[in-house]
């Protein structure tokens, strides 16, 4: 009776959400999440400081004297910024006093840069890397503009007009956004998520089948209800405790992100900086810009569907080797098969994280065993609908037909005591019926 599945799932799912570490699991996550936004939308806030460069050139390799000030002899080789300006200078002042006049870093050179290519970059704040290659930048153009000059009989013009310097923005022809790289990894994060998901859910429904066969208690519940029963009833709800999971994640980080957003807005978190709209701000950013760009709606809705799919897949086979065996090393043999299909596609999509539309991937996100962790990779980047819904059907036939093959083997293995079976002994079984 379906009272009984419930029953089951309820006594699975309470007995889990009770305990400490799934309750501290619950609130780390989202804080872990929330806090890695967090940083990375100060880390974008702070790139967009003001800053004032002094540039130390010793020999006078760039820079020469005008109406008392040192100007560089090639303005157009320091490309204007919003946010950096910079400052000439041939001697290099004491520490305390380029501080004290509000220079945020010192580049500082001499004629060996020519030979050698090396300067020093002097600060008291890390710069961070963007800012470092913009100096590194103007300051090698500038120097190129030298050598042009001093080793060539053409003008700096002329030279310039031979030379491209060009910048390729991607988009993808179906979307229309860029950044496939940066949703590519957010997709192989989900794909991780989830495959530990699968993983330790999986095991723990085969702990909780051994546990009952090994103390006996399953024969006096199988006295009450069917094997099928205990099968789906354990199979809820341990499913149940990791909606429970998602659920209290999602809620709480939408929770901590808005938070932040009424803070961020606020300036709470950006004392002596303009005020900034947190979405502007990240939307105006190469890297954030591409987070932006995710239907996250889509993605969530993806990563249920294929942990429904894939949990049952997978559950239904790690509870049949917790039937088959007395006790967890021997069901090893059976567990570790059986993840191998995951692990590869995890492996696969690690390597190919920035090539989404690779063949090896789009084949792994048709297969089944594979589905769950490949295609969330590609679902970040945007793939069809129709490829999509064909994937999902796919996964969940299968797992259609892998729980039934389970519950043969589930059945019979419950009171199945003494010699472990083998893969032969596995295939009887399933050909019994039900």
Same mark, same amino acid.
């Given at each position: 009776?379906?009272?009984?599945?419930?029953?089951?799932?309820?006594?699975?799912?309470?007995?889990?959400?009770?305990?400490?570490?799934?309750?501290?699991?619950?609130?780390?996550?989202?804080?872990?999440?929330?806090?890695?936004?967090?940083?990375?939308?100060?880390?974008?806030?702070?790139?967009?400081?003001?800053?004032?460069?002094?540039?130390?050139?010793?020999?006078?390799?760039?820079?020469?004297?005008?109406?008392?000030?040192?100007?560089?002899?090639?303005?157009?080789?320091?490309?204007?910024?919003?946010?950096?300006?910079?400052?000439?200078?041939?001697?290099?002042?004491?520490?305390?006093?380029?501080?004290?006049?509000?220079?945020?870093?010192?580049?500082?050179?001499?004629?060996?840069?020519?030979?050698?290519?090396?300067?020093?970059?002097?600060?008291?704040?890390?710069?961070?890397?963007? %800012?470092?290659?913009?100096?590194?930048?103007? #300051?090698?153009? =500038?120097?190129?503009?030298?050598?042009? &000059?001093?080793?060539? !009989? $053409?003008?700096?013009?002329?030279?310039?007009?031979?030379?491209?310097?060009?910048?390729?923005?991607?988009?993808?022809?179906?979307?229309?956004?860029?950044?496939?790289?940066?949703?590519?990894?957010?997709?192989?994060?989900?794909?991780?998520?989830?495959?530990?998901?699968?993983?330790?859910?999986?095991?723990?429904?085969?702990?909780?089948?051994?546990?009952?066969?090994?103390s006996r208690v399953v024969e006096v519940i199988l006295a009450a209800v069917r094997p099928s029963q205990l099968l789906w009833g354990k199979l809820i709800g341990v499913a149940a405790v990791a909606f429970t999971?998602?659920?209290?994640?999602?809620?709480?980080?939408? %929770?901590?992100?808005?938070?932040?957003?009424? #803070?961020?807005? =606020?300036?709470?978190?950006?004392?002596? &900086?303009?005020?900034? !709209? $947190?979405?502007?701000?990240?939307?105006?950013?190469?890297?954030?810009?591409?987070?932006?760009?995710?239907?996250?709606?889509?993605?969530?809705?993806?990563?249920?569907?294929?942990?429904?799919?894939?949990?049952?897949?997978?559950?239904?086979?790690?509870?049949?080797?917790?039937?088959?065996?007395?006790?967890?090393?021997?069901?090893?043999?059976?567990?570790?098969?059986?993840?191998?299909?995951?692990?590869?596609?995890?492996?696969?999509?690690?390597?190919?994280?920035?090539?989404?539309?690779?063949?090896?991937?789009?084949?792994?996100?048709?297969?089944?065993?594979?589905?769950?962790?490949?295609?969330?990779?590609?679902?970040?980047?945007?793939?069809?609908?129709?490829?999509?819904?064909?994937?999902?059907?796919?996964?969940? &036939?299968?797992?259609?037909?892998?729980?039934?093959?389970?519950?043969?083997?589930?059945?019979?293995?419950?009171?199945?005591?003494?010699?472990?079976?083998?893969?032969?002994?596995?295939?009887?079984?399933?050909?019994?019926?039900?």
């Amino acid at each position: 009776m379906r009272s009984h599945i419930w029953a089951i799932a309820h006594r699975e799912w309470i007995t889990r959400v009770r305990k400490k570490s799934f309750i501290l699991g619950v609130i780390l996550l989202p804080l872990l999440g929330v806090g890695t936004v967090v940083g990375l939308a100060l880390v974008v806030r702070e790139s967009q400081v003001d800053h004032e460069v002094l540039v130390v050139d010793h020999d006078g390799l760039i820079i020469m004297e005008h109406q008392g000030h040192w100007v560089p002899r090639c303005p157009a080789c320091f490309k204007e910024r919003e946010g950096l300006t910079y400052r000439f200078s041939r001697e290099m002042p004491a520490d305390s006093v380029w501080l004290a006049q509000g220079f945020t870093a010192v580049a500082e050179f001499d004629n060996a840069v020519v030979q050698n290519q090396h300067g020093q970059l002097w600060y008291d704040k890390a710069p961070g890397v963007q %800012l470092t290659s913009w100096i590194a930048r103007d #300051l090698g153009l =500038a120097l190129e503009h030298m050598r042009v &000059l001093e080793t060539t !009989d $053409l003008n700096w013009p002329a030279y310039r007009g031979l030379r491209f310097d060009i910048s390729l923005s991607t988009r993808d022809i179906k979307t229309g956004s860029g950044g496939v790289e940066v949703r590519a990894a957010v997709g192989f994060a989900f794909s991780i998520f989830l495959f530990m998901f699968i993983a330790v859910h999986g095991t723990t429904l085969m702990r909780s089948v051994l546990e009952e066969k090994t103390s006996r208690v399953v024969e006096v519940i199988l006295a009450a209800v069917r094997p099928s029963q205990l099968l789906w009833g354990k199979l809820i709800g341990v499913a149940a405790v990791a909606f429970t999971q998602f659920l209290a994640w999602s809620v709480l980080s939408f %929770l901590g992100m808005g938070a932040f957003k009424l #803070l961020f807005n =606020a300036g709470t978190f950006t004392q002596g &900086l303009p005020a900034a !709209d $947190l979405t502007t701000m990240l939307a105006e950013n190469e890297l954030t810009r591409a987070l932006l760009e995710i239907n996250w709606p889509v993605m969530v809705g993806a990563t249920i569907a294929y942990f429904i799919g894939g949990y049952v897949l997978f559950g239904g086979l790690f509870a049949a080797a917790g039937a088959a065996v007395d006790n967890e090393k021997d069901a090893a043999q059976f567990t570790l098969p059986l993840m191998m299909p995951l692990l590869f596609a995890y492996m696969a999509g690690s390597a190919t994280i920035g090539n989404p539309d690779l063949p090896l991937l789009v084949w792994l996100s048709w297969i089944p065993f594979t589905s769950p962790v490949s295609m969330l990779i590609r679902v970040a980047s945007g793939v069809p609908w129709y490829e999509l819904a064909g994937s999902l059907a796919l996964l969940w &036939l299968t797992a259609w037909a892998m729980i039934r093959m389970a519950g043969r083997i589930y059945r019979v293995g419950l009171l199945n005591r003494g010699k472990n079976p083998g893969y032969m002994d596995l295939i009887k079984w399933v050909r019994r019926g039900d």
